[in-house]
T-cell receptor
Framework: GENVEQHPSTLSVQEGDSAVIKCTYS??????FPWYKQELGKRPQLIID?????GEKKDQRIAVTLNKTAKHFSLHITETQPEDSAVYFC?????????????FGTGTKLQVIP | SAVISQKPSRDICQRGTSLTIQCQVD?????MFWYRQQPGQSLTLIAT?????????ESGFVIDKFPISRPNLTFSTLTVSNMSPEDSSIYLC????????????FGPGTRLTVL
């Protein structure tokens, strides 16, 4: 089955700096890669996603890149703010038996220091 | 995105008892998913619930321990049976929604503590 590795497990940055979180996946059939943000005590919320036919996608301060050949994808957050502090999960989806099966990475706890 | 609610939001249970968690969606969805998130950990898929058929369980999860019902396209339940302290976790349901249904949206979760 799919295996998703995520690094780093914790990340501290100064407010205004950039943060980068990296993930690798094992199943070359994976075709959709969402990123979720989970604040303490809250549900995971989708923040950005990318499909396998796209190399990069940007939404304001957040961008995601995908390298299908190397089977890795990354989340980039620029001009970080204290409200960006949360746990971020990458995920990889593959069609399995007619539905999209999601495998999550292990999570990155991001702390933005004011 | 779909609006998803779960009940109860939290519970404290005694060892050996069972708890049924409900998940309600505001629109009809084909697939519903149940996840477990242990403290400080990632999300692990327990099973996929498809209306009108038996749930599909992931490796390490069995129907006797986690029976699931899916009586219609907007509702599902997960039962945690014969609980032990190791079952203490957050249980979340999710649905595939949006234009492609690839994106999963999560319920608020049920925080379960087993004493």
């Amino acid at each position: 089955g799919e295996n998703v590795e995520q690094h780093p497990s914790t990340l501290s940055v100064q407010e205004g700096d950039s943060a980068v979180i990296k993930c690798t996946y094992s199943d070359s059939a994976s075709n959709y890669f969402p990123w979720y943000k989970q604040e303490l005590g809250k549900r995971p919320q989708l923040i950005i996603d990318i499909r396998s036919n796209v190399g990069e996608k940007k939404d304001q301060r957040i961008a995601v890149t995908l390298n299908k050949t190397a089977k890795h994808f990354s989340l980039h957050i620029t001009e970080t703010q204290p409200e960006d502090s949360a746990v971020y999960f990458c995920a990889a989806e593959v069609n399995s038996g007619g539905y999209q099966k999601v495998t999550f990475g292990t999570g990155t706890k991001l702390q933005v220091i004011p | 995105s779909a609006v998803i609610s779960q009940k109860p939001s939290r519970d404290i249970c005694q060892r050996g008892t069972s708890l049924t968690i409900q998940c309600q969606v505001d629109s009809q969805v084909t697939m519903m998913f149940w996840y477990r998130q242990q403290p400080g950990q990632s999300l692990t898929l327990i099973a996929t619930a498809n209306q009108g058929s038996e749930a599909t369980y992931e490796s390490g999860f069995v129907i006797d321990k986690f029976p699931i019902s899916r009586p219609n396209l907007t509702f599902s339940t997960l039962t945690v049976s014969n609980m032990s302290p190791e079952d203490s976790s957050i249980y979340l349901c999710s649905v595939g929604a949006g234009s492609s249904t690839d994106t999963q949206y999560f319920g608020p979760g049920t925080r379960l503590t087993v004493l």
